[in-house]
Protein backbone atom coordinates (compact mmCIF):
# COMPACT_ATOMS: atom_id res chain seq x y z
CA UNK A 1 0.00 0.00 0.00
CA UNK A 2 0.97 3.98 -0.10
CA UNK A 3 -0.21 6.64 -1.71
CA UNK A 4 -0.30 7.12 -5.41
CA UNK A 5 0.68 10.52 -7.11
CA UNK A 6 -0.94 11.41 -10.19
CA UNK A 7 1.54 13.64 -12.61
CA UNK A 8 0.19 15.69 -15.61
CA UNK A 9 3.01 16.98 -17.51
CA UNK A 10 2.83 20.45 -19.36
CA UNK A 11 5.23 22.28 -21.31
CA UNK A 12 5.09 24.92 -18.79
CA UNK A 13 3.90 22.87 -15.70
CA UNK A 14 3.90 19.61 -13.90
CA UNK A 15 0.20 19.17 -12.71
CA UNK A 16 -0.19 17.22 -9.27
CA UNK A 17 -2.77 15.46 -7.56
CA UNK A 18 -2.14 12.74 -4.06
CA UNK A 19 -4.32 10.31 -2.78
CA UNK A 20 -4.87 9.33 0.17
CA UNK A 21 -3.43 6.65 2.14
CA UNK A 22 -5.60 3.87 0.95
CA UNK A 23 -5.86 5.59 -2.74
CA UNK A 24 -9.53 6.01 -2.93
CA UNK A 25 -9.44 9.57 -3.19
CA UNK A 26 -7.05 12.26 -4.67
CA UNK A 27 -6.84 15.29 -4.10
CA UNK A 28 -4.90 18.42 -6.04
CA UNK A 29 -1.49 19.11 -4.82
CA UNK A 30 -0.86 22.15 -6.88
CA UNK A 31 1.82 21.87 -9.53
CA UNK A 32 5.64 22.61 -10.07
CA UNK A 33 6.94 24.84 -12.92
CA UNK A 34 8.84 22.39 -15.54
CA UNK A 35 12.58 23.36 -15.84
CA UNK A 36 15.26 20.90 -16.86
CA UNK A 37 14.24 17.75 -16.41
CA UNK A 38 16.68 16.63 -13.97
CA UNK A 39 16.02 19.86 -11.99
CA UNK A 40 12.18 18.41 -12.32
CA UNK A 41 12.74 14.66 -10.94
CA UNK A 42 14.68 16.12 -7.95
CA UNK A 43 12.40 18.11 -6.77
CA UNK A 44 9.60 14.90 -7.47
CA UNK A 45 11.30 12.50 -5.55
CA UNK A 46 11.72 14.58 -2.58
CA UNK A 47 7.70 15.17 -2.88
CA UNK A 48 7.44 11.15 -3.48
CA UNK A 49 9.92 10.63 -0.27
CA UNK A 50 8.25 13.06 1.83
CA UNK A 51 4.60 11.73 0.94
CA UNK A 52 5.47 7.74 1.68
CA UNK A 53 4.59 7.56 -2.28
CA UNK A 54 4.43 3.90 -3.78
CA UNK A 55 3.31 4.95 -7.28
CA UNK A 56 3.55 7.33 -9.79
CA UNK A 57 0.67 7.35 -12.52
CA UNK A 58 1.84 9.46 -15.29
CA UNK A 59 -0.43 10.95 -17.80
CA UNK A 60 -0.02 9.61 -21.53
CA UNK A 61 -1.33 11.42 -23.84
CA UNK A 62 -1.06 9.58 -26.97
CA UNK A 63 -2.99 10.63 -30.11
CA UNK A 64 -6.48 9.38 -31.16
CA UNK A 65 -4.81 6.78 -33.59
CA UNK A 66 -2.75 5.74 -30.20
CA UNK A 67 0.58 7.12 -31.97
CA UNK A 68 2.80 8.62 -29.38
CA UNK A 69 2.99 12.15 -30.18
CA UNK A 70 5.61 14.96 -29.02
CA UNK A 71 3.83 15.45 -25.88
CA UNK A 72 3.23 11.39 -25.54
CA UNK A 73 7.12 11.11 -26.04
CA UNK A 74 8.16 13.58 -22.98
CA UNK A 75 5.66 11.83 -20.95
CA UNK A 76 7.24 8.33 -21.74
CA UNK A 77 11.38 10.03 -21.36
CA UNK A 78 9.72 11.48 -18.12
CA UNK A 79 8.42 8.58 -16.43
CA UNK A 80 11.52 6.17 -18.04
CA UNK A 81 13.72 8.52 -15.91
CA UNK A 82 12.02 8.78 -12.85
CA UNK A 83 11.57 4.91 -13.23
CA UNK A 84 15.74 4.45 -13.52
CA UNK A 85 15.89 6.89 -9.75
CA UNK A 86 13.91 3.66 -8.09
CA UNK A 87 12.14 5.21 -5.58
CA UNK A 88 8.53 3.87 -6.56
CA UNK A 89 6.62 2.06 -9.70
CA UNK A 90 5.73 4.54 -11.88
CA UNK A 91 2.94 4.18 -15.24
CA UNK A 92 1.55 5.67 -17.93
CA UNK A 93 -1.72 6.28 -18.14
CA UNK A 94 -4.00 6.95 -21.37
CA UNK A 95 -5.40 10.03 -21.51
CA UNK A 96 -7.16 9.48 -24.25
CA UNK A 97 -11.07 10.24 -23.55
CA UNK A 98 -10.75 11.00 -20.15
CA UNK A 99 -12.21 14.15 -20.20
CA UNK A 100 -15.56 12.68 -22.00
CA UNK A 101 -15.37 10.03 -18.81
CA UNK A 102 -15.21 12.85 -16.68
CA UNK A 103 -18.16 14.40 -17.82
CA UNK A 104 -20.20 11.29 -18.01
CA UNK A 105 -19.44 10.56 -14.88
CA UNK A 106 -20.48 14.27 -13.59
CA UNK A 107 -23.63 13.90 -15.37
Same mark, same amino acid.
Do not use: C, E
Given at each position: PGRVLAVDLGTVRVGLALSDP???TGQ???FLLRRALRDDLFVL????K???VATVV???PLLMS?? *?GEKAQDAQTFAERLRAEGVCAVVLWDERLTTVQA?? *?LI
Open positions: LGIPMGIDIIKNDVGHGI *AQR *A
